[in-house]
Nanobody, 126 residues
């Protein structure tokens, strides 16, 4: 199965910013809804933000609200997660996933996605 490819993670100081990108080599993401999820050591995977295939429906879960922005540029076949004012608790592996199950307005949950990237680590530390 094909899978998305994340990039843009790394080490950042508290209060800093990162922009994660989600793309796919040899496949297009444009027909699919995209979700960003994260998993910290010893914690369950949680939803961060999801976006519909058209980009018209955006859903932010608690970790993202007020600080993160999900967007997509279908012409470039790329989905972004802009992360601002990062805090140490944002440290996790961030995953991009694609799927067709999620309905507009519903929570951003892993069960609605079936193709997953390998993840990109984000570390927020002074």
């Amino acid at each position: 199965q094909w899978q998305p490819v994340e990039s843009g993670g790394g080490l950042v100081q508290p209060g800093g910013s990162l922009r994660l990108s989600c793309a796919s080599s040899g496949f297009t993401l444009s027909p699919y809804g995209i979700g960003w999820f994260r998993q910290a050591p010893g914690k369950e995977r949680e939803g961060v933000a999801c976006i519909s295939s058209s980009g018209e429906d955006l859903k932010y879960e608690e970790p993202a609200k007020g600080r993160f922005t999900i967007s997509r540029d279908n012409a470039k076949d790329t989905v972004y997660l802009q992360m601002d004012n990062l805090r140490p608790e944002a440290t996790a592996i961030y995953f991009c996933a694609s799927g067709v199950t999620r309905r507009w307005g519903t929570p951003c949950v892993p069960q609605d996605y079936d193709s997953w990237g390998q993840g990109t680590p984000v570390t927020v530390s002074a």
